[in-house]
């Protein structure tokens, strides 16, 4: 079992930076591959970016390639998300999400998922 807290979300001006934060306890944090997902109002919720265990792969949606970054700290059990140049689009509910396979695009194959933080990016 990984319970899984994301937090730094927020309001923000479009082109503003957030760094949200993903801290997990419970089993070893490395044993699973991590993504991030978001959800708009009335949208399905869409793959963002993962990372592998160890951290040396990581895959991006197009949407966000140059101004997301993802990375992770094993040793302080958190994954993080690097937001910069926000858009309006980028306006959602983030999830971090744990999978004990490989990391992947579709949120069925991650087994557990934090609760959500809110970004919001204004005009």
């Known amino acids: 079992q990984v319970q899984l807290v994301e937090s730094g979300g927020g309001l923000v001006q479009v082109g503003g930076s957030l760094r949200l934060s993903c801290a997990a306890s419970?089993?070893?944090?490395?044993?699973?591959?991590m993504g991030w997902f978001r959800q708009a109002p009335g949208k399905e919720r869409e793959f963002v970016v993962a990372?592998?265990?160890?951290?040396?792969?990581?895959d991006y949606a197009d949407f966000v390639k140059g101004r997301f970054t993802i990375s992770r700290d094993n040793a302080k059990n958190t994954a993080y998300l690097q937001m910069t140049s926000l858009k309006p689009e980028d306006t959602a509910v983030y999830f971090c999400?744990?999978?004990?396979?490989?990391?992947?695009?579709?949120?069925?194959?991650?087994?557990?998922w934090g609760q959500g933080t809110q970004v919001t990016v204004s005009s």
């Open positions: 999400a744990a999978t004990s396979g490989d990391s992947s695009w579709s949120p069925y194959d991650y087994n557990y």
């Open positions: 419970g089993r070893t944090f490395s044993s699973y591959a």
């Open positions: 990372i592998s265990r160890g951290g040396g792969g990581t």
